[in-house]
């Protein structure tokens, strides 16, 4: 059984408000609800939140909603909270900025997850075919081995070496959406933030430190979430050719 959580701060510091700014005429955060709603493997949809304005707007479109805590310091501790109510075998982590989000690709993290012993995360993963993307500390680089075993994330271009220009089926970027088994998220929230995590700004580094391994699943598609308001006329965009 799997449980979608989608957790909505309303306090955004670059985009205050931004979980509720209208995209073609609804909140972003409907958006999102509406297209996991569409995945097929989610027993419970939740949206997650401590804010009377996000929960009130929320409820007003049919929404689960959950109040959590004001202290959560990430997205990922509010889910868990949420997950420690609840008995779910499998928690997706689902940001409220991706509008864009795939309903296939939320059923895919599932079933891997399901379909692999030895994980208790995965979380897409996609190529890296443009070298400027190497050097971008916004994206989140990855190494891997055979079995698809996430061995490390970083900001930094990895894998390193003398060449500069990404290695087909060795260069990948990371997706920032999570399946995870709930005592591994639970675990994640309850332990302190380890030294790598600090470093690299990488929440999910976490998991290694508690000697869980994350499987990654290899996909094409890359949602453009909303970070700034400029993002939105970008997002609407496609929705529109989407639509057409």
Known sequence: MALAVIPARYASTRFPGKVLHPILGKPMVQHVWERVKEAGVFQRVIIASDSDVVIRRCRQFGADVRRTAIDHSSGTSRVAEVASDLDYEIVVNIQADEPLISPRLLD??????????????????????????????NVVKLVLNRRYEILYFSRAAIPGGFKSVPIPGQTWEHQGVYACRRDAIIAWSQAEPSALEKIEDLEQLRFFDLDMKILGVPSTHIS?????????????????ENRS
């Open 108 to 137: 895919l993290l599932v079933r891997r997850l399901n379909g692999t012993h030895w994980a208790s995360v995965s979380t897409p993963i996609v190529p890296i075919g443009d070298t400027n993307r190497l050097t971008d500390h």
């Open 224 to 240: 453009p979430g909303v970070n700034t308001p400029e993002d939105v006329p970008r997002v609407e965009k496609i929705m529109k």
